[in-house]
Nanobody, 121 residues
């Protein structure tokens, strides 16, 4: 069973940067698509970035496009989310999840435990 562990969250001022990491244990990581999601208090969960199994296709919604970059290192079983020009509205718990179908548009399971990102104004 694949387990995911996020790290890299924290408190940053508006305009700052953070890099989140999601380390996977278990087999199969290189065949999975990976996604980053976030959820702020009182808001629905938002899909903020996805990358397919090969790393050749990525997705970003307009809310983060140009500021967030997803990447993966299959040799390290790790996916990253580089975030720049952070805004207070980026404040949320960030989760990574695996799409075993490999496309990033399938069912995401399992999920990590989440890492808090707080952007102060």
């Amino acid at each position: 069973q694949v387990q995911l562990v996020e790290s890299g969250g924290g408190l940053v001022q508006a305009g700052g940067s953070l890099r989140l990491s999601c380390a996977a244990s278990g087999r199969g990581f290189s065949t999975y698509a990976m996604g980053w999601f976030r959820q702020a208090p009182g808001k629905e969960r938002e899909f903020v970035s996805g990358i397919d199994w090969s790393g050749g296709n990525t997705y970003y919604p307009d809310s983060v496009k140009g500021r967030f970059t997803i990447s993966r290192d299959n040799s390290k079983n790790t996916v990253y989310l580089q975030m720049i020009s952070l805004k207070p509205e980026d404040t949320a718990v960030y989760y990574c999840a695996a799409d075993k179908g490999g496309t990033m548009w399938g069912l995401y399971d399992p999920w990590g435990q989440g890492t808090q990102v707080t952007v102060s104004s």
